[in-house]
T-cell receptor, first 111, second 113 residues
């Protein structure tokens, strides 16, 4: 069964605003990863956060992980039109031997 | 330089046909994967190979047969194509196993008529 669930399913913001996407999961994990998919393209890895980490940064991206709540968030600061894409969280861990993806959040950044 | 490449990019075929999709990675990774993404963008693993050995084989019809001639290549052969096979198929690779960052190919858009 599906592990990660992103929220919201769709998000529309203006350029320059921050975008926050959330991911909830059901079982214990070893790590959680965020990927971006531009329309008609493959997935691009953004950040991997391990279960013993609480926060990670990469450029304008900030990922948090709360294992007690089984949730993660992806924050994109100062968004740009080029950030328009679908964002997926993926988890692996416990008895789960494969990377399991959520359904994604479609982010639209309006210029 | 393309890290993970797939051919063809588009595939339109009739029901009942047999087709193959090829995948190559030049990253020197040990592990390769096939994923299927449906029309609702749900991405699900199908197979994974590590050093040419099958390590993940999800509940996939046996009409789907992966083949890994060497650790840089993982091909997917599909027999007797059905309408429900229409999807985007992604190849991916990673170094060190399934827990690590995966690098995806551009996808093969399969349409079965």
């Amino acid at each position: 069964s599906q592990q990660g669930e992103e929220d919201p399913q769709a998000l529309s913001i203006q350029e320059g605003e921050n975008a926050t996407m959330n991911c909830s999961y059901k079982t214990s994990i070893n790590n959680l990863q965020w990927y971006r998919q531009n329309s008609g393209r493959g997935l691009v890895h953004l950040i991997l956060i391990r279960s013993n980490e609480r926060e990670k940064h990469s450029g304008r991206l900030r990922v948090t992980l709360d294992t007690s709540k089984k949730s993660s968030s992806l924050l994109i600061t100062a968004s740009r039109a080029a950030d328009t894409a679908s964002y997926f969280c993926a988890t692996i861990g416990g008895s789960n031997y494969k990377l399991t993806f959520g359904k994604g959040t479609l982010l639209t950044v309006n210029p | 330089d393309t890290a993970v490449s797939q051919t063809p990019k588009y595939l339109v075929t009739q029901m009942g046909n047999d087709k193959s999709i090829k995948c190559e990675q030049n990253l020197g990774h040990d592990t390769m994967y096939w994923y299927k993404q449906d029309s609702k963008k749900f991405l699900k693993i199908m197979f994974s190979y590590n050093n040419k050995e099958l390590i993940i084989n999800e509940t996939v019809p046996n009409r789907f047969s992966p083949k890994s001639p060497d650790k840089a290549h993982l091909n997917l052969h599909i027999n007797s194509l059905e309408l429900g096979d229409s999807a985007v198929y992604f190849c991916a690779s990673s170094q060190g196993g399934v827990q690590e960052t995966q690098y995806f190919g551009p996808g093969t858009r399969l349409l079965v008529l």
